[in-house]
């Protein structure tokens, strides 16, 4: 039996970068979460908040040193799986991959001297002053890797010549037409993810009987920062549609099965295709397509009957994007009704059910991220860079790729099972309201009942 490279790659790729994103929107967006809590601990002299930011601190570390070793497999699959890729554009977009591996250094040493340097200074707002840096480093390495992605959708910032990339404009490459709202909405997801994960994480725990102030105070702060970037994310999705309608159309039209150009579009919610294309027990909202895409209710909107049909992506991708905006509603849907339930006169905020839901949030969070991440590659399917390389011309023809698959499984198989037993030993060992009295012991037993 003949091993098919290109399929093989391909599921090498996806394995990696589906583990990877979990760590990469981690790195993204726990520093501002642990920012917020020391500057809301330094400025109401809190110590609960104070002990929070620590704790993530030392969370994120853990998370950081796995993403490391992701992050150097993607640079290494990127020459090693997808060969004539490099060979094509890897002068187009050496430049943001250069500033990515910048921007992680610079996060690296501004991680050491926030982590190091704890109670050092009697003004401690010096301290929270390095959060700082942590932020705009893990924001710009996912910026510089987000942009070389926009690339590979809108290509840009070159002139062809014998069939290869010549005149290179290395800044107009980056600042290609996806660039924009592909960084916008990257941001504000992982801050979203971010904040959903640790809500989470704090629920679950007072399920399991600890609703000390400690994390009542983690859980109110946290779904503030989930409703914040919820709404932003739901403004990110719009202007992302409103690209795709002008820039990637066939991706939008894949994802709605809107196969007739037509205007006055109906947004199409799950349901299923039969054999000739037709939607079987779906949603339909009307003319709603027409003004997620272009603002106007009856404007048109491009059907797939445009395209090709051998340069359709998969139609599954549809389910995949519908997953990713429903998650993105119901997460600040979530933390909505916990601060009005907080502000009824019953106070039933810490209900288990309403727990309960806070708890799933976070799992919603990471599948959300995973769909919205499948849906970007699949979507741009069968092309590598839109419009002039196919995935199929830029994969490796090595017999090795099915050993080389097999080596990154077991890899990621051992870094996931040592990051959750090393997570589960440094705070399972080291009890919150042990470290608040180790830390702060001002604060009294009794401001935790």
């Known amino acids: 039996m003949e091993l098919d490279t290109v399929l093989i790659s391909r599921l090498l790729t996806a394995m990696t970068l589906g583990f990877h994103i979990i760590f990469a929107t981690l790195g993204v967006g726990v520093p501002l979460m642990i920012s917020a809590a020391e500057f809301i601990g330094i400025k109401r002299k809190d110590p609960h908040y104070r002990l929070l930011a620590r704790r993530w601190t030392r969370g994120f570390i853990i998370s950081v040193a796995v993403g490391v070793v992701t992050g150097t497999a993607i640079g290494l699959q990127l020459s090693l799986v997808w060969p004539n890729f490099m060979q094509m554009a890897g002068n187009v977009i050496s430049l943001p991959l250069f500033m990515e591996v910048f921007a992680f250094f610079f996060e690296a040493i501004f991680l050491g001297i926030y982590l190091y340097t704890w109670d050092r200074f009697k003004n401690e707002y010096i301290h929270w002053l390095f959060s700082l840096p942590i932020i705009i480093g893990g924001g710009f390495s996912a910026v510089f890797i987000t942009i070389v992605n926009a690339f590979m959708n809108t290509p840009d910032g070159f002139e062809v010549e014998?069939?290869?990339?010549?005149?290179?404009?290395?800044?107009?490459?980056?600042?290609?037409?996806?660039?924009?709202?592909?960084?916008?909405?990257?941001?504000?997801?992982?801050?979203?993810?971010?904040?959903?994960?640790?809500?989470?994480?704090?629920?679950?725990?007072?399920?399991?009987k600890k609703a000390t102030d400690y994390y009542k105070k983690a859980l109110k702060l946290t779904l503030?920062?989930?409703?914040?970037?919820?709404?932003?994310?739901?403004?990110?999705?719009?202007?992302?549609?409103?690209?795709?309608?002008?820039?990637q159309p066939e991706k939008l039209a894949a994802a709605e099965w809107h196969f007739e150009t037509e205007e006055g579009a109906d947004l199409i919610l799950f349901g299923w295709l039969n054999d000739a294309h037709e939607t079987i027990g779906e949603i339909r909202i009307p003319k709603f397509l027409s003004f997620l895409a272009h603002g106007d209710f009856n404007a048109e909107v491009t059907g797939l009957e445009e395209t090709p049909e051998e340069m359709w992506p998969p139609l599954w991708v549809h389910y995949m994007f519908d997953l990713m905006v429903t998650i993105g509603f119901v997460l600040p849907a979530i933390a909505l009704l916990y601060f009005i339930l907080k502000k009824m006169k019953n106070r039933q905020e810490h209900n288990k059910g309403m727990l309960s839901l806070i708890a799933l949030s976070g799992p919603l969070a990471l599948a959300a991220i995973e769909f919205g991440w499948i849906y970007a590659e699949e979507g741009r399917q069968p092309w590598i860079i839109r419009g002039y390389m196919t995935v199929e011309e830029a994969a490796t023809s090595s017999p090795y790729i099915g050993l080389m698959f097999i080596l990154f499984l077991a890899l990621y198989i051992l870094l996931g099972t040592l990051f959750v037993i090393t997570l589960r030993k440094i705070f399972r060992d080291n009890p919150a309201e042990e470290e608040l009295e180790k830390h702060y012991p001002s604060v009294k037993k009794g401001d935790e009942s």
């Open 162 to 208: 014998n069939g290869a990339f010549a005149a290179v404009n290395p800044i107009g490459a980056m600042l290609n037409p996806a660039t924009p709202t592909k960084v916008f909405h990257v941001l504000s997801t992982a801050y979203l993810t971010c904040a959903a994960i640790l809500a989470a994480i704090t629920a679950f725990l007072i399920l399991k």
């Open 224 to 247: 503030a920062l989930t409703f914040v970037f919820g709404v932003l994310t739901v403004i990110t999705g719009d202007t992302s549609a409103k690209f795709l309608a002008a820039h």
